[in-house]
């Protein structure tokens, strides 16, 4: 049987305009009964992650900046974005799209693997926005989701997770608070909180898209994987039947079969 997710899926945000960082405590659903509500939160349309400041007319696109989970050498949690020092070298944390994670680039543009294993190594020094002339536009990334009801044993799309207020006949509802993002089904009493499954941006050689927890047939044998995140390295890793994990990238994984996912398909998850 499958095992559900635990993993927290938070985020910060850079404000174009404002010229201002935004922390997870500053993205939380607004409260219009507070004598100052907040204007400025995140939710899933499309199942794409968009932050966003209401104040404005139109309303001001944020820069999401998912953590990575890792936390440095004083116990602060690293981003995507944050500027790192270790051993007296300068790095920037950036997102990978050919291998679905996060790596180090260099001052002279050469990339490294990071890690949650590096926390004793590395201390946070600033971000490419407040520290460094990263231009929004090209920071940003799609960020999509699909999500698992575990009551009725639904996989929504993303397709399926949009706007309350643009469609009232959704009983989907997904938002962040604090910057982590939680997806509601509110047909429920009380609502069924949904897994969270974000998309690698890897296709398959079918062009399937593949999220994580799906299930892929590799190679020439039809060795099966699971697509898992790893906090240790950072990424998507494919999960093999004897419990080793390979990294993957979008090459290897064009070459696959997506066979289903390890909730409507608990039968092919790699036993071990």
């Known amino acids: 049987m499958a095992e559900e997710y635990t993993r927290e899926w938070k985020y910060r945000a850079w404000h174009p305009v404002e010229k201002k960082m935004y922390s997870p405590e500053d993205l ?3 409260d219009t009964e507070e004598d100052a509500p907040k204007t400025i939160f995140g939710q899933l349309i499309d199942g794409k992650l968009r932050i966003t400041d209401i ?20 116990q602060y949690e ?6 790192l020092e270790i051993d007296q070298s300068i ?32 201390k946070i020094v600033g971000n490419v926005f407040e520290n460094g002339d990263a231009v929004p536009d090209e920071r940003r990334r799609t960020i999509k989701f699909r999500a698992w009801d575990p009551d009725a044993k ?8 949009k706007d309350p207020q643009e469609d009232m006949m959704i009983s989907l509802y997904a938002y962040l608070s604090f910057g ?32 994580e927890g799906d299930i892929l047939s590799v190679g020439e044998y039809d060795e ?12 998507f890793m494919l999960m ?15 070459q696959t079969e997506r066979k289903g996912n390890i909730y409507q398909d608990p039968a092919l998850v790699p036993q071990f």
Request: proline share 7%; aromatic share 10%.
């Open 154 to 161: 639904i996989m929504y799309m993303p397709e399926d997770i």
């Open 180 to 211: 982590a993002l939680y997806i509601y089904d509110l047909k429920n009493d009380p609502p069924m909180e949904l897994i969270p499954m974000q998309s690698t941006g890897w296709r398959d050689s079918a062009q399937n898209e593949i999220y």
């Open 240 to 254: 093999a039947n004897d419990g080793t994990l390979s990294p993957g990238d979008s090459s290897i994984v064009s």
């Open 55 to 74: 104040k404005t007319n139109p309303a001001t696109e944020l820069v999401p900046m998912q953590s990575t989970n890792w936390f440095d050498n004083e």
């Open 224 to 235: 099966i994987a699971q697509v898992i995140w790893s906090d240790e390295v950072g990424q």
């Open 78 to 83: 690293v981003y995507e974005g944050d500027i």
């Open 28 to 30: 939380e659903e607004p």
């Open 91 to 122: 790095y920037q944390v950036i997102w990978d799209e050919d291998t679905a994670g996060y790596l180090l680039l260099g001052e002279n543009d050469d990339v490294f693997p990071g890690g949650a294993y590096l926390g004793d190594a590395m």
